[in-house]
């Protein structure tokens, strides 16, 4: 079994940046695909980008060109490289791993879960 810890929030001026890490414990990381969601205060949980095992990428729209997210499974780790930095961005962002990358799109809620960290955009 998986287990994830974030780490990497924090408090940035918009137009900043910020990276988050995610390590993971546990055998098989490079197996898993491997997302980050992020849940702003009255919105509801969307995700982010996600990576798979073999490092594809997917980005939601809000973020492209600003975020980017990547793995380094010598280190059980998975990163997100957070520019540009707008105070839509605040949230409380959390990790997460699936089996399959395609539960990304067909089963959003499943998988292994982060307690969250929080990213606060604001001057």
């Known amino acids: 079994q998986v287990q994830l810890v974030e780490s990497g929030g924090g408090l940035v001026q918009p137009g900043g940046s910020l990276r988050l890490s995610c390590a993971a414990s546990?055998?098989?990381?490079?197996?898993?695909?491997m997302g980050w969601y992020r849940q702003a205060p009255g919105k509801q949980r969307e995700l982010v980008a996600a990576?798979?095992?073999?490092?594809?990428?997917n980005y939601a729209d809000s973020v492209k060109d600003r975020f980017t997210i990547s793995r380094d499974n010598a280190k059980n780790t998975m990163y997100l490289q957070m520019n540009s930095l707008k105070p839509e961005d605040t949230a409380v962002y959390y990790c997460?791993?699936?089996?399959?990358?395609?539960?990304?799109?067909?089963?959003?809620?499943?998988?292994?879960w982060g307690q969250g960290t929080q990213v606060t955009v604001s001057s």
């Open positions: 990576i798979s095992a073999t490092s594809s990428t």
């Open positions: 997460n791993a699936k089996r399959f990358y395609s539960h990304y799109l067909s089963a959003p809620s499943s998988g292994i």
């Open positions: 546990g055998s098989i990381f490079s197996i898993y695909a």
